[in-house]
Every structure is written in C-alpha cells, then in structure tokens.
C-alpha cells in the first residue's frame, strides 16, 4: 500500500498530463532567442540585397554613402562566414570544390569592394563597380543559400550553437569595422582580408 508521500508524489507527476506535455515542448525564452546560423546569414544576403536596389535609384548626392555601406557590411560578412561558418561547414558536409569556390568567390567581392573603396562617384568606373559586384555577390548568395545551405541543414551540424558564436563574432567585427571609420581609415578592409588591393 502506498506510503501518504508515495501518493503525493503520484498525484503530482500526474495531474495535467496536457500541461506536462506543452511545458516540455514549449522552448524557453533563451532557446527562443538563440539565433540560427542559417537564418543569420539570409538575414544578411537580404539587406545587402535591399541595399544594392537603393544605390540603383539613389541620387549621386547619396550613392558614396550608400556604397561605402555596402562595402562594409560585406567585408563584415565575408569575414564572418570564412571564421567561423566555412571552417564549420568544411567539417560537417564533404563537398571541399563547393567550399573552394566559395572563398575564391570571396575573393573576388574583395577586389571588387577595395576598388569602390579607392575610388568616388566622380570616377567613371564607380557605379559600374557597384553594380558589378551587386550582380556578382547576387549569384554568389545564390549558390550559397542553393547549395550550402541545402547540404547544412541536412548534415547533423548545429545551426543554433555556430549562430552563438557568430553573433558574437558579428558584434566584435561590428565594432572593428566602427572604430576602423572613426579613425578614418578606409574601413576594416585591409586587415580583415590581411592584405591591400
Ligand atoms: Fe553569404
Ligand atoms: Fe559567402
């Protein structure tokens, strides 16, 4: 026969099993708030996008500003996938062409995005740069979310605990690329990609 505590314990463990159920499937507020990897880099690939479409309607007045924007949210970007989403991704899927091509890709946004850095809008070339490096980093973002995204989700890598580490990478980078403005340097460019154009 079941002790008076035996039967309090019971009565506990068993009352509202729906409750039970919700509680365990419910997330807490900090898994909530754990941003994806995945989800963090589309968030990007969609405001560089939004961004270039402004430039292209942008009066000349704003277009400098504009693109020194976009320079530096790509920089950020780029440093962020080769840190920390690349080397996580070269480990969890078996495709090393797919990732070569990646960082050759990289690559050549950087030369691209130094060359807009060294020029102004009275340069010739100025917008056909912009708009060579939106078409450019438009086909990269493509393969990216086509392919490497494909094959990460279906791999066992953890989007949630890399999108840790990147967003806290993000803000250091963040605030690298903000004091590198404040001292009037061209941005973080040359020494996030360790070398100059
Ligand atoms: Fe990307
Ligand atoms: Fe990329």
Request: aromatic fraction near 4%; hydrophobic fraction near 30%.
């Amino acid at each position: 026969m079941a002790t008076a505590r035996q039967r309090r314990t019971r009565t506990r463990t068993t009352r509202n099993p729906r409750r039970r159920a919700s509680a365990r499937r419910a997330p807490s507020r900090a898994q909530a708030r754990r941003p994806d990897a995945l989800r963090m880099l589309k968030d990007d690939h969609q405001k560089v996008k939004e961004m270039f479409g402004r430039f292209e309607r942008a009066q000349s007045s704003t277009k400098e500003g504009l693109a020194r924007t976009i320079c530096e949210e790509l920089k950020v970007h780029a440093q962020l996938e080769e840190e920390v989403f690349y080397p996580a991704v070269r480990e969890a899927i078996d495709d090393e062409d797919m990732m070569e091509e990646a960082e050759i890709e990289h690559d050549t946004a950087k030369y691209l995005i130094a060359k807009i850095e060294a020029s102004s809008p009275s340069d010739e070339s100025f917008d056909a740069c912009v708009k060579v490096l939106g078409e450019y980093i438009q086909h990269h973002v493509k393969e990216e979310e086509g392919e490497m995204f494909k094959k990460v989700r279906r791999s066992r890598l953890d989007t949630a605990a890399l999108g840790e580490q990147m967003k806290e990478r993000k803000g250091e980078l963040i605030g690298e690329s903000a004091r590198g403005r404040d001292r009037g340097r061209r941005g973080i460019g040359s020494r996030l990609f360790g070398r100059s154009a």
